[in-house]
């Protein structure tokens, strides 16, 4: 049995899709990016949803293709990080009412399923709490990992409020230097697209290298860098 975890909105079901279509907030985009490798601005969304909308027939014969047996439906009826909900449970229900052997909404694994998933860290702790019931049954995380550094070149680092100086080398993100430091400093993807990271840049210019779209003055310290020898923080 081989059984995947699906964000909602890549579930291109007629009821996800008119979902999508009705909504799909533009802060949403770049990490729907990270599923579809497609860039596709806020205009251009609902008639790209469309072009994904898919019947029954054809869903269940590309997952029969991949060889997967179930899938695991996560991140519908709730807030999303930009306040939104975009993705009803009715419209997930649907599917799953449907082909209740194949679709499996989150809050539907029992006691006995096990669950794989990978994502940020804040939605892998989610998912862990929701699981401590059933303590018994496997569950398996991937994290994000950050991708390698490329073209880097060392700088220092100044965190105003914290008056420390970091050197960050090379090969290694300022965000890790940081986590040297101070292991409480937030973060999640780790790959510039989630902006929990994000700072405020007090002084110095900075080279953004992430996915999501930040102020002048902001910088994501995952993947961000100088671009001279010191950049100032408030941090
Ligand atoms: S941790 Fe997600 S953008 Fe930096």
Redesign the pocket.
């Known amino acids: 049995m081989k059984v995947i975890d699906m964000w909602a909105p890549i579930v291109p079901s007629h009821e996800i899709i008119d979902d999508l279509r009705g909504g799909f907030p533009a802060e949403q985009l770049q990490y729907l990016e990270v599923f579809t490798k497609t860039s596709v601005s806020a205009d251009q969304f609902s008639s790209y949803a469309e072009s994904r909308r898919l019947d029954d027939d054809q869903i269940l014969a590309a997952l029969d293709d991949a060889g997967i047996t179930q899938c695991l439906i996560t991140g519908f009826d709730e807030r999303s990080t930009c306040g939104v909900t975009f993705v009803h449970n009715e419209s997930v229900a649907a599917l799953a009412d449907r082909y209740p052997d194949r679709f499996i909404p989150f809050a539907g694994a029992g006691p006995k399923t096990a669950v794989y998933v990978c994502g ?1 860290t804040p939605m892998l702790e989610a998912v862990r709490v929701a699981r401590d019931e059933y303590a018994g049954a496997p569950l398996h995380y991937e994290r994000f990992s950050p991708p390698p550094v490329v073209d880097g070149i060392p700088f220092e680092l100044e965190l105003a409020r914290s008056q420390r100086v970091l050197s960050v080398p090379a090969n290694r993100s300022a ?1 890790d230097v940081m986590l040297d430091r101070d292991p409480t400093t ?13 700072v405020k840049v007090l002084a110095g210019q900075v080279d953004h290298r ?3 779209t930040v102020d002048d003055d902001e910088m ?4 961000s860098r100088a671009k001279g020898d010191r950049v100032v923080i408030d941090a």
């Open positions: 940020p965000l937030a973060y999640s993807c780790q790959q510039g697209f989630c902006g929990t990271c994000k992430g996915r999501t994501l310290v995952c993947v």
